[in-house]
């Protein structure tokens, strides 16, 4: 399977089945202090530096940004993305989310931060992501849609595909919890790419918020 050709390509084994189950139960935990520091009020509950309940695209997931630990993933697995693409990349943000029963991620593309993408099952029950290869978008109320491909990943298995470009999704979730990790690189070859490096923030690990953003030359 050619990236290149397909804008789409399967890693097994991207990273450790030990270290996907490591990760998962690092965001549980982190899931159930974010959930006890927003019931206690101890922070506001606009807060989104620990993480939050509930985004644009899945309103209950627990979702976390910037995260530390997934930043240092983003920079360990870059080197194994550019060899499957063969493209230089620089890393922009990862995401991270905890779906539960009931949830489901909706048919989209992504903006241009995620022209490189990856998705990682970190762990829990397996969950099937559905990608449309042809790359052309399906317009609202549009009536021949393509199915497009399934794909299952078991836990440290990628998908790397061109998130800005191939429409993906996730039919309803049937099982308890489903966490993933989406890695987001830009290409160093193009002009946005390397305008967009760390997703617009000063460096990784931070939120994106107005003070954390790269200060642009006023010309």
């Known amino acids: 399977m050619s990236f290149k050709k397909n804008k789409y390509v399967v890693i097994k084994k991207a990273i450790s089945k030990d270290m996907a189950l490591f990760l998962y139960n690092y965001l549980l935990i982190k899931r159930q202090v974010t959930h006890s520091l927003f019931e206690k009020k101890y922070i506001s509950p606009f807060e989104r530096i620990f993480g939050t309940f509930g985004d644009g695209q899945v309103p209950k997931a627990f979702c976390t940004y910037g995260d530390t630990a997934m930043e240092t993933l983003l920079l360990k697995t870059q080197p194994l993305v550019e060899k499957q693409t063969g493209l230089k990349l620089l ?115 931070l939120i994106k918020d107005p003070v954390f953003l790269q200060q642009k030359d006023k010309k």
């Open 91 to 205: 890393p922009n943000y990862s995401y991270a989310r905890i779906y539960g029963h009931g949830d489901e991620l909706v048919r989209h593309i992504d903006r241009f931060s995620c022209e490189v993408s990856t998705t990682i099952h970190l762990g829990g029950e397996p969950w099937t992501i559905c990608i449309d290869p042809t790359g052309k978008e399906t317009l609202p109320g549009a009536k021949d849609i393509p199915k497009g491909i399934s794909i299952d990943l078991k836990p440290g298995d990628m998908l790397v595909y061109r998130g800005d470009l191939l429409e993906h999704w996730r039919n309803f979730f049937n099982g308890e919890n489903h966490a993933q990790v989406f890695l987001h690189y830009g290409n160093s070859k193009t002009k946005q790419g390397k305008s967009n490096i760390y997703d617009g923030r000063i460096h990784l690990g």
